[in-house]
C-alpha cells in the first residue's frame, strides 16, 4: 500500500469551529488563542460586561435546523460551525467545556483505551467498557485522564453549569467544570430554562453553561428524522422562544449551538467485525472509539495486511486513515497533541461513509440498535449552528 491512506472527505474549521466560540467567549482566559482564535463571526458581539447563556443542545446539527425555517432558534441562527472530531459528545462536549479540542484535552471517543488504566473505558460514564466499579471508586479522577484543566473556574466572570440531574455531579463533570457551581435540572423543559435564567439575573456578569440532552437521545432511538425527535424539537423551539421573552430587556446575550449532528443508519448499513475474523485477528484489542470512527489498534506487524483487507473488503463502507498522520496534520486540532492521544486513538481509523457503522461486540454487550449516529465526517455529523440573540 506504500502508506496511500484516504483523506477525510472534509475537516473541522479550528478557526470555525465550537471551540473559536468558547475563545470568543472566555477572552483573555481563553486557553490556547494562538491556536484557536475567536471567532470573527462574533468580532462584533460584546461578549463581556453583560450575562451571558451559552446553550449546549447535544445533537442539534445545522442541517437538521435547516429543516425548521420557522422555527424561533432558525430566525436567529447567524452561521455554522464546525464540530471537532470525532463528532461524538465525548470528544464535542469536552472541547465545549474546556475549550480545547481532542488534540489538547485527549478524550476522543465514547469507548477509548486508556494505557493508564489498562484497558477499554467510557469517559462519560467513567467506567470500564465491560461495566463495573466507576473509576473513581478505585481511586482515579478524570482529571488524571483530561491533558486539559477545567476552564469555568478560572474565569474572572461568575460561571454556572446547567447540568441534567443524572450527570451533574458525576466525576466526568467533576473533571471538565472543577469547582463551577453547578445546578442540576430535572429533565424537563420548564427546569432546563429556570436553572439557566436565575443566574443571569445576579450581579458581576456571570456565564451560565447550559447543557441539554433528549434531542440526542431522541435522535439516537427514533433517528434524527423521526416524528419523536420534531416533535421534541418543537417543544424545545417553544420553550426557547418563552425564555427569550423573559430574559427581553434584560441585557443578557444568548449563545446556542451543539456538539454535534446526527445521522440516520440501519441493519443494511452495518458491519459485524465477527463477520471478518480474519481483521479480528489483526488487531491487538477490540475497536474502539466510535461505530462511524472506528479506532484500530493493530498486531505488530500486520499493518500491510490490514491496510489490504480494508482496501479490498472495506473500501465502499469505510475511508482508512493512519492515525498518526492525522494527528500531525490537524484533524483533532492544532499545535502540540497530548502525548497520551496517539496510543488512545491506535494505528488506523476507520471512517465511516454514508451512513455505515461498524460494530465490535464484547461478549456482555447487546445488539447494536441505534437508529440515529454520529462521529464521522458527513455535512450532518460536523456542521453546527450558531445562534445568537442579543436581549
Known amino acids: 500500500m506504500g502508506g496511500d491512506y484516504d483523506q477525510p472527505p472534509r475537516r473541522p474549521d479550528y478557526r470555525r469551529s465550537i471551540v473559536n466560540l468558547i475563545a470568543s467567549i472566555a477572552g483573555a482566559q481563553a486557553p490556547a488563542p494562538e491556536h484557536y482564535p475567536p471567532l470573527e463571526l462574533l468580532s462584533d458581539t460584546r461578549t463581556e460586561g453583560r450575562p451571558l447563556a451559552l446553550l449546549v443542545l447535544d445533537g442539534l446539527g445545522d442541517h437538521f435546523l435547516q429543516r425548521f425555517p420557522d422555527s424561533h432558534l432558525a ?14 459528545t ?42 463495573g466499579a466507576c473509576f473513581s471508586e478505585q481511586g482515579v479522577k478524570a482529571a488524571h485522564l483530561l491533558g ?18 443524572f450527570i451533574s455531579d458525576s ?18 423543559l420548564d427546569d432546563f430554562f429556570a436553572q ?105 506487524g500486520a499493518e500491510s495486511e490490514f491496510d489490504a483487507y480494508c482496501r479490498e473488503r472495506l473500501a465502499e463502507q469505510f475511508w482508512l486513515l493512519d492515525s498518526r498522520r492525522q494527528i500531525e496534520t490537524g484533524l483533532f486540532g492544532r499545535g502540540v497533541a497530548d502525548r497520551r492521544l496517539a496510543s488512545r486513538v491506535g494505528d488506523r481509523i476507520l471512517l465511516a461513509r454514508e451512513q455505515w457503522v461498524i460494530g465490535d461486540r464484547l461478549l456482555p454487550e447487546g445488539e ?11 455535512e450532518e455529523e460536523l456542521y453546527v449552528p450558531l445562534i445568537r440573540c442579543e436581549l
Open 171 to 188: 466525576a466526568y463533570s467533576q473533571g471538565l467544570y472543577g469547582a463551577t457551581p453547578r445546578r442540576p435540572h430535572d429533565g424537563s
Open 148 to 165: 486539559q484543566a477545567p476552564l469555568l473556574p478560572s474565569l474572572e466572570r461568575p460561571a454556572r453549569a446547567v447540568l441534567p440531574a
Open 196 to 300: 439557566v435564567e436565575e443566574p443571569l439575573r445576579e450581579p458581576g456578569a456571570p456565564l451560565v453553561w447550559g447543557y441539554w440532552t433528549e434531542l440526542d437521545a431522541l435522535g439516537h432511538q427514533f433517528g434524527p428524522t423521526s416524528e419523536e425527535v420534531e416533535r421534541h424539537f418543537r417543544a424545545l423551539d417553544q420553550a426557547f422562544a418563552h425564555c427569550l421573552e423573559r430574559l427581553r430587556g434584560s441585557g443578557a446575550l444568548l449563545l446556542v449551538t451543539a456538539d454535534h449532528g446526527l445521522v440516520d443508519t440501519g441493519p443494511q448499513h452495518r458491519v459485524a467485525l465477527e463477520d471478518h475474523p480474519a481483521l479480528q485477528e489483526m488487531l491487538v484489542l477490540p475497536l474502539s472509539g466510535e461505530p462511524r470512527a472506528a479506532f484500530c489498534h493493530l498486531r505488530a
Open 368 to 378: 447494536f440498535l441505534l437508529r440515529g449516529v454520529h462521529g464521522g465526517l458527513s
Open 75 to 88: 430566525r436567529h441562527r447567524m452561521g455554522r460551525l464546525t464540530s471537532v472530531f470525532p463528532t461524538t
Open 90 to 131: 465525548a470528544a464535542a462536549v469536552s472541547a465545549l467545556a474546556l475549550g480545547v479540542p481532542v488534540q489538547q484535552h485527549a478524550i476522543p471517543a465514547w469507548v477509548t483505551y486508556f494505557r493508564e488504566l489498562g484497558g477499554l473505558g467510557l469517559p462519560l460514564p467513567f467506567a470500564p467498557r465491560i461495566g
